[in-house]
């Protein structure tokens, strides 16, 4: 008889980033900003932009890639793959088809998920459920991001923010007392209005009126986002800590989604987690929405500064307005 709940655990990481580099200095000499502001403002020195052949699916390829590798494992064993992303190669089909086609993952389903830049944590949350009751043995989870495609790069409130990138990882069952603790999914449509790409779907389809307005671009309130999201990321990691029946004291690592470091020292001060247990990488990669949870775990992992049996929180906001928190023990396959 199959036991009735498994421990899932992610087993292998991988990440992409294009190689161009623009600086804050480079975007000055775009729109009217500075170094000082966007230091200042958003803790971002840097980020990582597609080329003009590079779409989400090159870079989900690449990060999925590595994660199976890095897990030992072949694509043919992979279950079911998840792509969380807002910016997917085309409206359809899913960019997760197209990754499962040129991973050679011949026994994969897939799809992708669309909850802003928390995708990556409802897609781990997703996965975990499949894992956890013994329909699946392997899900690949991929946060996969060109946003540079779709910022209007002459608008200074949303264009020095975000970057590209993708993080994969493999989950798995793993031993008992290890692996995800706990996870919490919440949104809020109400705010949905304060961070959009309003043309290009059904609502509003694509015409030359909607690309002469910058509807096709993302749109963003960012002050109602920011106060968003410090109170969704407070209360989130507090939840997921609690529900996973420990406190902020047994917490070996936070890495919250790297939109902006004073979003993130706020959330980490709300829950009583020091800096120094705090995963920050936003500087070098501005905000890669679903890829920046990953990618900082993965930094980690490679580092060896997470080690087995500690205790992980990951916390993110998006648009939607969603938020999502995850707890897990950390498993580290040999
Ligand atoms: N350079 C210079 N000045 C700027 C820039 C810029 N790049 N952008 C805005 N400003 C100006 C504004 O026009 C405003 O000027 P005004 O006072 O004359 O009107 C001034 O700076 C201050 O603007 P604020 O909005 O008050 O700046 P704030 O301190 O709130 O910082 C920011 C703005 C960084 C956008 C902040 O609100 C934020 O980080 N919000 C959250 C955004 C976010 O995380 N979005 C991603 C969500 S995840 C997803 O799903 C994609």
Redesign the pocket.
């Known amino acids: 008889m199959p036991k009735s709940t498994y421990r899932a655990g992610i087993t292998g990481l991988g990440v992409a980033v294009p190689d161009k580099v623009l600086t804050n200095l480079d975007l000055q000499q775009m729109?009217?900003?500075?170094d000082e502001?966007?230091r200042t403002?958003?803790g971002i020195k840097e980020r990582r932009i597609a080329g003009p052949d590079q779409a989400a699916s090159d870079l989900a390829v690449d990060a999925a890639g590595e994660a199976l590798k890095n897990a030992g494992l072949r694509p043919e064993s992979v279950d079911l793959i998840i792509v969380a992303t807002?910016t997917p190669d085309m409206l359809m089909p899913a960019t997760a088809c197209m990754v499962q086609d040129r991973l050679g993952a011949a026994n994969a389903g897939a799809f992708d998920l669309l909850a802003?830049?928390t995708g990556f944590l409802y897609a781990l949350s997703v996965g975990h459920q499949y894992i956890a009751s013994g329909t699946f043995e392997t899900v690949l989870i991929i946060g996969a991001e060109t946003l540079s495609k779709i910022i209007n790069w002459k608008d200074?409130?949303t264009c020095?923010?975000f970057g590209d990138g993708a993080g994969a990882a493999v989950l798995e069952r793993v031993p008992d007392n290890r692996g995800i603790l706990s996870t919490r999914l919440g949104s809020d449509g109400s705010g949905g209005k304060h961070?959009k790409v309003p043309a290009g779907g059904s609502r509003l389809p694509a015409s030359e009126a909607t690309i002469q307005e910058n509807l096709h671009y993302v749109t963003?309130n960012?002050?109602e986002?920011?106060r968003f999201?410090v109170r969704a990321m407070g209360e989130g990691a507090m939840e997921v800590i609690s529900m996973a029946g420990l406190t902020p004291e047994d917490i070996n690592f936070f890495i919250p989604?790297q939109?902006?470091i004073r979003?993130i020292e706020t959330a980490a001060r709300r829950v009583g987690i020091n800096m120094n247990r705090v995963l920050v990488n936003v500087d070098r990669f501005g905000?890669t929405?679903t890829a920046s949870i990953p990618i900082a775990l993965y930094e980690a992992v490679k580092q060896k500064k997470i080690k087995d049996g500690q205790n992980i929180i990951m916390v993110g906001?998006?648009?939607g307005l969603t938020w999502a928190g995850l707890a897990v023990k950390w498993y580290q396959k040999q």
């Open positions: 729109v009217d900003t500075s502001w966007i403002r958003t807002n802003g830049c200074r409130n020095v923010l961070l963003m960012g002050r986002v920011f999201a989604h939109a902006n979003i905000n929405s906001f998006g648009a």
